[in-house]
């Protein structure tokens, strides 16, 4: 059974930096292109970028530049290092591949 499950979500100040990362079974990490999502409270899912089997990345508008997507599919692992973070961004991260989500990780950026 194919797996997610993503990492690394917290309290973060505004400004400051923050690390996801996302494991799961091999087969997705080999034959997958990698999403990632979040969840702000009360809204629905937003696509935040993406990262194919060979390490080619796009991302939404309004995280490009200061959004970053990684990938090391020998350790199943994909990342998404975020900075400049602000309080709009709080919400549930989201890692995807095909039709596999992870349960997600919460993201809180407050003073």
């Known amino acids: 059974q194919e797996q997610l499950e993503e990492s690394g979500g917290g309290f973060v100040q505004p400004g400051g930096s923050l690390t996801l990362s996302c494991t799961g079974s091999?087969?997705?990490?080999?034959?997958?292109?990698l999403y990632w999502y979040r969840q702000l409270p009360g809204m629905g899912r937003d696509w935040l970028g993406i990262?194919?089997?060979?390490?080619?990345?796009n991302y939404d508008a309004s995280v490009k530049g200061r959004f970053t997507i990684s990938r090391d599919n020998a350790k199943n692992m994909v990342v998404l290092q975020m900075r400049n973070l602000t309080p709009e961004a709080t919400a549930v991260y989201y890692c995807?591949?095909?039709?596999?989500w992870g349960p997600g990780t919460q993201v809180t950026v407050s003073s």
């Open positions: 995807t591949a095909s039709t596999w």
């Open positions: 091999r087969s997705l990490f080999s034959f997958y292109t």
């Open positions: 990262i194919t089997e060979d390490g080619v990345t």
